[in-house]
């Protein structure tokens, strides 16, 4: 008997996390439906046929930016998600926030499993409050007395019971949809246009890690973020940088481009640990440069220190000296760069990458 799978997403500001979170279902459709006996079906309002299904997943996306219900009323999140596990075998929550942290945890008594890109590797590690609700903007404050206008917005801070520990799980990180120069408009357009069915695919220029890179690094980044704890690690890595480069923001094209001629690209936190611009510097065949990221699950894991990535302190002590170490030696910087990339473009460009996202898909729903 197939199973029957009901997806609650969102409309209406589509970003880039929703659009890695539709993505890799959308793409596997009928591969789910014709080798796996699963039927998938995309829903974007509630109404009684979203119960009509053996598995219910609901993206935070939906319920707290079109809904808003985590600014106008908390309780109306437990109603719904009460409601939905009376009609429904199992509900799914999927957490589809930027970091290990910004936690939506006061839905966990009421759903059978909780999905997020990425967390923290010892779970037990929930069970503590963090400044700013990120592990890495509490070091932050912690370290370098950074404050922000408040320490966490509260239905992001609630520490959960042990037990329900039990229910977190790594979903798949904000890697699983395209990132090439301009595929990011196609996707957002087939997103909104879901009914005429345009067809989706990943990347299909990839840049080679052993191409002619003549630019030693990069960092086209932004940082102007609300939270102090959130931009000081950019801010703080633009100031090391001023002598050097420009860190200055590019149009599209010329941002490629640079990445695809860099033998390293400098991919700081952002809102959390995975950035979009990881993805757009592995298509691009460069090497990635960012904070050590051993405290993070994730899938796929393309964040394996000296392997796929090259690390640097929270504290940058270690940046300027790792960053021309890694210029002196850019063989080092091609084998980061391939390995990286290896891994990537299987998931994303061949059939047992494509039965990976499904194994995984049916492992996570049953």
Same mark, same amino acid.
């Given at each position: 008997m197939q199973m029957k #799978? $009901? %997806?609650?997403?969102?409309?209406? &500001?589509? $970003?880039?996390?929703?659009?890695?979170?539709?993505?890799?279902?959308?793409? $596997?459709?009928?591969?789910?439906?014709?080798? @796996?006996?699963?039927s998938v079906n995309y829903f974007q309002n509630i109404s009684e046929h979203l119960y009509e299904c053996d598995v219910l997943i609901i993206s935070s996306w939906y319920?707290?930016?079109?809904?808003?219900?985590?600014?106008?009323?908390?309780?109306? #999140?437990?109603?719904?998600?009460?409601?939905?596990?009376? &009609? %429904? +075998?199992?509900?799914?929550?999927?957490?589809?926030?930027?970091?290990?942290?910004t936690t939506q945890f006061l839905v966990l008594p009421y759903v059978d499993s909780y999905l997020k890109c990425q967390i923290l590797k010892d779970k037990s590690d929930y069970l503590n409050n963090y400044y700013a609700?990120?592990?890495?903007?509490? @070091?932050?404050?912690?370290?370098?007395? =950074?404050?922000?206008?408040?320490?966490?917005?509260?239905?992001?801070?609630?520490?959960?019971a042990k037990s329900d520990l039990d229910k977190l799980f790594v979903g798949w990180n904000t890697g699983m949809t395209n990132y090439g120069c301009y595929s990011t408009y196609w996707s957002i357009l087939s997103h909104y246009l879901s009914h005429i069915e345009l067809p989706k695919f990943y990347p299909t220029h990839w840049a080679s890690s052993a191409s002619h890179r003549p630019v030693d690094y990069s960092c086209r980044v932004g940082y102007s973020y609300p939270r102090q704890t959130v931009a000081y690690?950019?801010?703080?890595?633009? *100031?090391? !940088?001023?002598?050097?480069?420009? #860190?200055?923001?590019? &149009?599209? *094209? +010329?941002?490629?481009?640079?990445?695809?001629?860099s033998k390293i690209c400098i991919s700081p936190f952002g809102l959390g640990e995975i950035t979009l611009r990881d993805f757009e510097i592995i298509i691009s065949g460069s090497a990635i440069f960012k904070g050590n990221c051993e405290h993070m699950d994730t899938w796929p894991n393309l964040f394996i220190k000296d392997q796929t990535y090259i690390d640097y302190k929270w504290?940058?002590?270690?940046?300027?000296?790792?960053?021309?170490?890694?210029?002196?030696?850019?063989?080092?910087?091609?084998?980061?760069?391939? $390995?990286?990339?290896? =891994?990537?473009?299987?998931? !994303?460009?061949?059939?047992?990458g494509f039965n990976d996202f499904c194994k995984r898909f049916k492992r996570l729903i049953t």
């Open positions: #799978v $009901n %997806v609650l997403h969102s409309n209406i &500001k589509i $970003n880039g996390n929703e659009l890695a979170f539709l993505f890799p279902i959308k793409f $596997n459709t009928k591969r789910l439906k014709v080798d @796996y006996n699963i319920i707290g930016r079109e809904l808003k219900w985590w600014q106008n009323d908390n309780e109306k #999140v437990s109603e719904f998600l009460t409601a939905a596990k009376s &009609k %429904v +075998k199992k509900v799914i929550w999927f957490d589809i926030s930027d970091s290990t942290g609700n990120r592990v890495f903007t509490d @070091y932050y404050h912690k370290s370098f007395t =950074i404050d922000d206008n408040d320490s966490g917005e509260t239905h992001l801070g609630i520490i959960p690690q950019r801010k703080e890595i633009a *100031k090391l !940088l001023k002598d050097r480069i420009s #860190v200055e923001k590019l &149009k599209r *094209k +010329k941002y490629f481009s640079e990445m695809e001629k504290d940058l002590s270690d940046f300027e000296d790792k960053l021309d170490y890694y210029v002196q030696h850019p063989r080092l910087c091609i084998d980061i760069g391939q $390995n990286c990339q290896r =891994i990537y473009k299987n998931l !994303l460009t061949t059939e047992h």
